[in-house]
Nanobody, 119 residues
Framework: VQLQASGGGLVQAGGSLRLSCAAS???????MGWFRQAPGKEREFVAS???????KYADSVKGRFTISRNNVKNTLYLQMSSLKPEDTAVYYC???????????????WGQGTQVTVSS
């Protein structure tokens, strides 16, 4: 499956953005996740959603971000609210067969979309 992330941009602190990840194939068979990577830092887990729509979040985004999926449209979403400058990063969507916070467990990756939060 090929993934294409979009929706990033420049936003002021406290603002909101919605990221989308469009898949070329059926995502209904995959666990889907969002990761992010800031300059000079390792890629980190943001959120994941299982086949049964069970969700997991990093502590740093819990209560501010919401992950969702539309298996009919083959699209993954990340609604981000109350954004902070420390949320600035390239955001990647990913698909895998196992619900995990580890990037190594995901088999397919999108190209990334830049999110910049100004203070």
């Amino acid at each position: 499956v090929q993934l294409q992330a979009s929706g990033g941009g420049l936003v002021q602190a406290g603002g909101s953005l919605r990221l989308s990840c469009a898949a070329s194939g059926w995502i209904s068979a995959y666990v889907m996740g969002w990761f992010r990577q800031a300059p000079g830092k390792e890629r980190e887990f943001v959120a994941s959603i299982s086949l049964t729509a069970s969700t997991k979040y990093a502590d740093s985004v819990k209560g501010r971000f919401t992950i969702s999926r539309n298996n009919v449209k083959n699209t993954l979403y990340l609604q981000m609210s109350s954004l902070k400058p420390e949320d600035t990063a390239v955001y990647y969507c990913a698909a895998g067969s196992k619900s995990s916070r580890e990037a190594s467990e995901y088999d397919y990756w999108g190209q990334g979309t830049q999110v910049t939060v100004s203070s």
